[in-house]
């Protein structure tokens, strides 16, 4: 168990409420585009504030409401129980600027914690934090526990509101690489199909959402003495499991994506390989092979 320092706590952002009998947390994401369920934690832990008192997640606004937004998120000591390994953030970092970092997430490991997850990335980058005496960064997205690679954290909470509205927006240009099952014929395409989420899984259907994806040939590639495709895939959309159905869908599933009816492996070969964020564009290269 560790045991952490916080700071004094610091509302850098505020807002006064202009909507009446609004829900809070539908509030603050269409005004900030922090995810609610990040909405609900800030609101448990006292780093959301309406007029200076603490409310619950199903609190309405009323107009003139006086809502505080807090970015030194610690207020006092407290037991934290952080299992994750003491330099992982430091081998998982790529780049870094005044305001954010660029990390080469592992595959196998969560991006955030939830049942059953040990320790995640986000646990990394927190202990990193606290060993070096700064205040928290923040995680502005999240892959999928089984992908690897680009994940961007802000250092502060007005960089990672500023990202999220880029990405809400789709401002921010994204690339995967995936060693696709069988020799695709076509050297671009793309998917449009909506996508459906049920339960576990995501489906292609009628009822789904808008979801597109654009295929580029790299290389046939020799796995085993069988043929298969290395694909660079940009999803135009931002749908859950979309690259894997979108490639099912295609006829070519993701090696290692059993879920998806791909073939078996030792990992799920898909790899976040690049981003374009501020006018710069970060890479990192997949390890596909053991």
């Known amino acids: 168990m560790l045991h952490i320092n916080y700071f004094h706590l610091n509302y850098i ?19 900030t585009y922090i995810p609610i369920i990040c ?30 937004l807090a970015d030194h998120i610690e207020i006092e000591k407290r037991k934290y129980n952080n ?3 003491d330099n992982l953030f430091e081998s998982c970092l790529l780049y870094e600027t005044s305001d954010i970092c660029i990390l080469n997430k592992p595959y196998n490991l969560a991006t955030q914690r939830g049942t ?17 005496n700064i205040l928290p960064y923040h995680l502005v997205h999240r892959i999928d526990k089984d992908t690897s690679g680009i994940l961007v954290v802000a250092k502060n909470r007005k960089i990672a509101i500023s990202l999220s509205k880029l990405f809400h927006n789709r401002k921010i240009s994204k690339t995967y690489h995936a060693i696709l099952c069988g020799k695709v014929e076509q050297s671009h395409f793309i998917v449009n199909a909506p996508i459906e989420k049920i339960d576990l899984k995501c489906i292609v259907s009628e009822k789904g959402k808008e979801a597109i994806t654009e295929f580029t ?5 020799n796995i085993n003495n069988n043929i298969y495709s290395l694909m660079s895939i940009k999803p135009l959309t931002g749908r859950t499991h979309q690259i894997r159905v979108h490639s099912m869908y295609a006829g070519y599933s993701i090696l ?19 981003i374009q964020i501020f006018n710069q564009i970060f890479t990192c290269e997949a390890e596909f092979e053991k």
């Open 13 to 31: 952002m505020t807002f006064v409420c202009n909507e009446d009998q609004i829900n809070i947390a539908k509030y603050l994401h269409k005004k």
């Open 39 to 68: 909405i609900f934690k800030l609101l448990r832990q006292k780093h959301i504030l309406v007029n200076n008192k603490k409310v619950n997640k199903n609190y309405k606004l009323a107009i003139n409401d006086i809502i505080y």
């Open 83 to 85: 299992l994750a390994p």
């Open 116 to 132: 059953n997850i040990l320790y995640s990335i986000d646990d990394a980058i927190q202990k990193y934090c606290l060993n070096n």
């Open 217 to 221: 040939l790299i290389k046939y590639i």
């Open 256 to 274: 290692g994506d059993t879920k998806y009816n791909g073939d078996t492996y030792f990992r799920l070969a898909l790899h976040a390989h690049s």
